[in-house]
């Protein structure tokens, strides 16, 4: 594979970054980069990104597809990053549900569909791969394929067992701490001190490359989620992974994750593969969560999949 050198710290040229309204009139923030005109177009690609994320975080991969020959876009989900916020105190990662997600998706999805050459393709990363699928399972769209790269369809528990964390979360937002953080540091519960970027990536660099970003746009940055988004969360895969949800799921599907995840849990990725009619799983042995931005080594492996994943989209609608 080409080796990129990429400047992941610079908006590249071309790039648009606006604003989105949806039809109930929340603000987004969005981005758009065009296909390149000195070569063929290959497609159009929509990549969103996890809780808590930007999309400057990926530049890096999002280069590669772009200089493929594809159009890309993307938008801040409601309530993060770039977007409006949900509560007075910006820091914490909230939702009441996960429903208006799954509905703006498709709203943003539908109107690029109409507007972009295809092959059409959707990539999702971490819990925006929870809200992708959720998409796929309730709108079965009109897609060429779909690109999920360690999508957190269930979040990991440990070390409570699911059905406790789930009780232990509606307690409380029963007695009225919805809307507080439901802790203080990290991805997930950890101890002071526990190290973030191993559960992210071993990629020290890369790694790095978010610090960056969010001291350049410090209106970016938010913090756990609340305990509101965690009982959310549990409700939304509960209704994922009901019977019959994923068979009907016709769009052709490739999940890129990592066997030793520790902030989404493996063994549901493995069983929506296994029920996903048309669905192809790379799973590695020794990646963190961010599979994209992780070593060289283990990062080109993810990338050559989803090239042969993307040419033969490419391929199926010649």
């Known amino acids: 594979m080409k080796k990129y050198q990429v400047n992941r710290r610079a908006y590249p040229d071309g ?27 290959r497609g159009s690609m929509v990549f969103q990104t996890g809780r808590g994320d930007i999309f400057e975080k990926y530049l890096e991969s999002l280069a590669e597809w772009h200089d493929a020959g594809w159009n890309l876009t993307g938008f801040d989900w409601r309530g993060q990053s770039g977007s409006g916020r949900f509560l007075t105190d910006p820091t914490v990662g909230h939702t009441e549900s996960f429903d208006p997600w799954v509905a ?35 709108h079965c769209p009109d897609l060429d394929g779909a690109i999920f790269s360690a999508p957190m369809l269930k979040v990991v528990s440990k070390p409570m067992p699911e059905r406790l964390a789930r009780f232990v979360a509606r307690q409380f937002v029963r007695f009225g701490f919805g809307d507080q953080h439901a802790w203080q540091e990290n991805e997930r519960p950890s101890l002071p001190g526990s190290s973030r970027q191993k559960l992210l990536t071993h990629d020290f660099d890369r790694y790095s490359d978010e610090a960056w970003w969010l001291g350049q746009k410090p209106e970016l940055k938010i913090g756990p989620p609340s305990w509101k988004w965690l009982v959310s969360a549990y409700a939304s895969s509960a209704a994922m992974f009901a019977p019959g949800t994923f068979e009907a799921v016709a769009t052709p599907v490739l999940i890129v994750a990592a066997v030793q995840d520790k902030l989404v849990k493996a063994r549901a990725i493995y069983e929506a593969a296994e029920r996903l009619p048309k669905a192809e799983l790379y799973m590695h042995d020794h990646a963190a969560h961010e599979v994209l931005r992780e070593r060289d080594d283990m990062r080109a492996a993810f990338m050559a999949r989803i090239a042969e994943f993307l040419e033969a989209r490419v391929a199926h609608a010649r």
Request: zero cysteines; charged letters at 30%.
């Open 15 to 41: 790039m648009i970054l606006d604003r989105w309204s949806t039809r109930d009139g929340w603000d987004n923030r969005r981005w758009a980069w065009p296909a390149p005109d000195d070569r063929p177009v």
């Open 104 to 138: 703006e998706l498709d709203e943003f999805v539908t109107q690029w569909r109409d507007e972009m050459p295809g092959p059409h393709v959707l990539v999702a990363h971490s819990m925006g791969g929870h809200i992708a699928m959720r998409y796929l399972v309730d």
